[in-house]
């Protein structure tokens, strides 16, 4: 195998000097220059590890160039070559980020020496950049894709993820796991470094969604923060923004949006000065968008613009190979989380859980096995612990109290009733409502904010 050295440039308008370099620097890869611009003409093409770069050179000086080459290659190192008298310069450079100075004359003694500390360092940066890259996908939320269908999907995701410009947007029913799906394209996105930033269209009143997506200067507007606000599309920059029930967007929101999609620019509220932002855009939602966009509830360039490549997530009902994988799945995590140790479900169990017709999709799936597992009694799940018993929790049935088992003499326990009808009257007011949850609250007298409590409970997230 090749014996790997390390690439310098070395940038000096004194040949003596390159000359020097070249004989004595042996154990790198050596080229030379004699100016900055040929030195920056050669960096189209090549990738030093570091450059020894003098100071004083006839045409762009040597410190011109490094902030030059930083701003683009902040990877690369920079040792400054430097006459005596040059102090101020020496600090000016060291301000803009080299990593060390050597003085001519040249003491290839002290030149090795420092080459050997800043080769040291990019070793190290580099290994440190390698653990972190795998500690961040190893901290991936598991995704169970079982079924042709799924995988399928996964294999569109991962080959979307790549293009780290192009807006997504994931359509599909409730639960059928959008968000992990969004957050599969960041971590499997060249951005995946940056912040994954979600936010949920429904669950922030419209007239604050502005700023929190664009943030605030400080005083515009009364109960602002004195010291103004970051937004949330400024906290995204270099990552991907997750606008999670986009469909819930106010008109005046999408119109700001538009503009931010198209020029990559915002104002924050109350400010004159534009701001930018480089971000991923992925949004989600469970409403018919091309319908509300023909009823005028949402704009049709925005909605063009958002759905540039479009990822539809199928319920579960149309991928149950996927069932008990994701049951197995999701006991194991239950056993984690309330310290269990269920081996398994029993062939009945199963049988229940491959049967259902789950409207709340993956999130329905996920609840069942929570609930199977706090009330269940090791080494296994059995079907009843599975929550289904007494009251028919699926939609298009009735979910009032003639449901409701029988009060005997072996008594009730009546929390759990009540707790499991409301569950039910929760999916059905989302189901009647198209799932929006806002009207679904109303349906059920609830403000939204309690709504989404309680679904929370039933259909955790
Ligand atoms: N394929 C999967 N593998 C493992 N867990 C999954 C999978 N799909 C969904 N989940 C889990 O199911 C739950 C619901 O998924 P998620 O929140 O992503 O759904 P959603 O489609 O965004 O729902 P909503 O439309 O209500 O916002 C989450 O706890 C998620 O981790």
Excluded: W
């Excluded at 100075?101 to 080769?119: E, G, Q, R």
């Amino acid at each position: 195998m090749a014996e790997f050295k390390y690439r310098i440039f070395v940038v000096d308008d004194e040949e003596f000097i390159r000359d020097a370099a070249r004989l004595n620097l042996t154990e790198y890869e050596v080229e030379t220059f004699a100016s900055a611009e040929e030195a920056l003409q050669a960096l189209k093409k090549a990738q030093p590890d570091l450059i020894l770069m003098d100071i004083g050179l006839p045409g762009m000086d040597g410190v011109e160039a490094l902030e030059i080459i930083s701003a683009k290659r902040p990877e690369i190192l920079f040792i400054m070559i430097t006459a005596f008298e040059d102090v101020q310069t020496v600090v000016r450079a060291m301000k803009s980020g080299a990593y060390d100075y050597v003085v001519k004359p040249l003491h290839m003694d002290t030149l090795k020496a420092s080459l050997k500390n800043a080769l040291e360092s990019i070793r190290l940066r580099k290994e440190l950049s390698l653990l972190q890259e795998q500690c961040l996908r190893d901290n991936l939320p598991f995704f169970i894709a079982q079924s042709n269908t799924i995988q399928n999907v996964m294999e569109f995701v991962g080959q979307v993820a790549k293009s780290p410009d192009a807006p997504v947007m994931i359509l599909g029913e409730t639960g059928t796991g959008k968000e992990l799906i969004a957050s599969a394209i960041h971590f499997q996105s060249p951005q995946y470094r940056g912040e994954l930033v979600t936010v949920n269209c429904a669950a922030i009143p419209s007239e604050l969604l502005e700023s929190e997506l664009f943030g605030y200067e400080p005083g515009a507007f009364s109960g602002a923060r004195p010291g103004g606000k970051a937004g949330l599309v400024e906290l995204a920059g270099g990552g991907t923004l997750f606008l999670d029930e986009v469909g819930d967007m106010s008109l005046s929101a999408q119109a700001k949006l538009l503009r931010f999609l198209d020029t990559g620019q915002y104002y924050k509220v109350g400010a004159t000065k534009v701001s930018e932002a480089r971000v991923r855009v992925v949004s989600a939602t469970n409403r018919d968008l091309e319908a509300m966009v023909e009823e005028g509830g949402f704009r049709r360039d925005l909605y063009y613009r958002l759905a540039m490549i479009k990822v539809e997530v199928p319920s579960l009902q149309k991928r149950p190979e996927d069932i008990i994988p994701m049951a197995q799945f999701f006991l194991e995590e239950m056993n984690k989380k309330y310290q269990r140790s269920f081996s398994g479900f029993t062939d009945e169990a199963l049988n229940t859980l491959k049967q259902r017709h789950y409207e709340g999709n993956v999130r329905e799936l996920k609840g069942m096995v929570e609930r199977a597992a706090l009330c269940g009694k090791e080494p296994v799940i059995e079907s009843s612990n599975l929550g289904l018993a007494g009251v028919e929790n699926n939609l298009g049935k009735s979910a009032g109290p003639a449901d409701l088992p029988a009060l005997d003499d072996k008594g009730i326990v009546l929390s759990e009733i009540l707790e499991r009808v409301e569950g039910s009257y929760i999916k059905k007011a989302l189901a009647l409502a198209d799932n929006n949850e806002a009207k679904a609250a109303e349906l059920l007298g609830i403000n939204y904010h309690t709504f989404r409590y309680r679904k929370k409970k039933f259909m955790p997230e």
